[in-house]
């Protein structure tokens, strides 16, 4: 064989050599596509599951934020209520100071009365004293007389 029948034949066996391990190349990057592929599948479906999970999600927290809404309102009601009674009771209880406020100023204004005329008080309380003892003797004289 000669040089030239050698370099082909060397040739032909680099070529093919070449072609087994492009082959062998194509069919790792199809498996690996294919992988790819699979992954790429499994990933959309997590996804449109989070997704959908996600919606619920949504959808729960705007019925509950409904309900919440509903209920504020509904309270709402009761708020102002508490409020007009606490108003009532705050007006009743302004009322009741004003009127413990006189009771006290007629009460101190009483006593002041009282001990300014105390003594003239003391002597109308010894001359009602006197006239009724008086009144008692004198029915009983006029009993007296009436039985004799």
Not at 34 to 46: K, P, R, W
Not at 70 to 97: C, F, P
Not at 123 to 139: F, I
């Given at each position: ?7 082909a034949v060397s040739s032909a066996i680099a070529f093919i050599v070449l072609v087994v391990f ?85 009460l101190h204004g009483a006593e002041r009365v009282v001990h300014t005329h105390q003594k003239r ?28």
């Amino acid at each position: 064989m000669t040089w030239m029948e050698i370099s082909a034949v060397s040739s032909a066996i680099a070529f093919i050599v070449l072609v087994v391990f492009a082959v062998r190349m194509l069919i790792t990057a199809k498996r690996m596509l294919q992988q790819l592929s699979d992954t790429v599948a499994q990933t959309e479906q997590h996804v449109a599951k989070a997704t959908e999970e996600a919606e619920q999600l949504l959808k729960q927290a705007g019925q509950l934020t409904e309900e919440v809404h509903l209920q504020v309102l509904a309270l709402e009601s009761t708020v102002q209520s508490i409020e007009k009674t606490g108003a009532a009771i705050g007006d009743v209880a302004s009322v009741l100071r004003k009127g413990a406020r006189m009771m006290s100023e007629s009460l101190h204004g009483a006593e002041r009365v009282v001990h300014t005329h105390q003594k003239r008080i003391e002597d109308v309380m010894e001359w009602a004293t006197t006239g009724y003892e008086l009144w008692q003797r004198w029915q009983a004289n006029r009993k007296a007389k009436s039985d004799h």
